[in-house]
């Protein structure tokens, strides 16, 4: 079980918007620690997506946006397409037992 | 441009010791920016971080695998490395390299990956 929870699939139309949650706890998101997402593309590695809560790596395209509040964050994406297909993961830093660096089980976002 | 490329170990038997390492390219491992670190993902499962180092030989672990893990570094060859030792089928993965953001605690460059088995 992950530190950080994300629904395990979301889905959506080309053209559309879809988010992403993920949650935490006081000893991760909710004690300020940023919040980032990695996208990953079938046989591939995750690529940096969201950095800092907010920010976005060159080259990342701005339909892609992050937000965090409280002790969860989310991840937009609008006018989907059809190259978005792919698993996302949110990641953090934990401070419960020992401090380490954390991710979400991950969501497989699916175009339809 | 940066890139990681792990090493291939392939097969590695129940109770031997897992041995990585990552070759950095276009950019120096001295950085006093960054540190280099391990990440793994089991098939069909989400993703692992296993440790982080310093061009210092400074390293960080994660709690759950401390103890089976080490990490050193050769500036002179600039790469870095992993050794994960009394390996069950649960660390079957494929393990990646990657730059880590030091106190950002974020990933941004990553190696493509290496699958290794354990099994007998």
């Known amino acids: 079980q992950s530190v950080l929870t994300q629904p395990p699939s979301v889905s959506g139309a080309p053209g559309q918007r879809v988010t992403i949650s993920c949650t935490g706890t006081s000893s991760n998101i909710g004690a300020d620690y940023d919040v980032h997402w990695y996208q990953q593309l079938p046989g591939t590695a995750p690529k940096l997506l969201i950095y800092g809560n907010t920010d976005r790596p060159s080259g990342v395209p701005d339909r892609f946006s992050g937000s965090r509040s409280g002790t969860s964050a989310s991840l937009a994406i609008t006018g989907l397409q059809a190259e978005d297909e792919a698993i996302y993961y949110c990641q953090s830093y934990d401070t419960s037992l020992s401090a380490s660096k954390v991710f979400g089980g991950g969501t497989k976002l699916t175009v339809l | ?120």
């Open chain 2, 1 to 120: 441009q940066l890139q990681l490329q792990e090493s291939d170990p392939g097969l590695v038997k129940p109770s031997e010791t897992l041995s990585l390492t990552c070759t950095v390219s276009g950019d120096s491992i001295n950085s006093r920016s960054y540190y280099w670190g391990w990440i793994r993902q089991p098939p069909g499962k989400g993703l692992e971080w296993i440790a982080s180092l310093y061009y210092s030989g400074k390293t960080y672990y994660n709690p759950s695998l401390k103890s089976r893990v080490t990490m050193s570094v050769d500036t002179s060859k600039n790469h870095f490395s992993m050794n994960l030792t009394s390996v069950t089928a649960a660390d079957t993965a494929v393990y990646f390299c990657a730059r880590d953001s030091l106190n950002q605690y974020f990933f941004d460059f990553w190696g493509q990956g290496t699958l290794v088995t354990v099994s007998s």
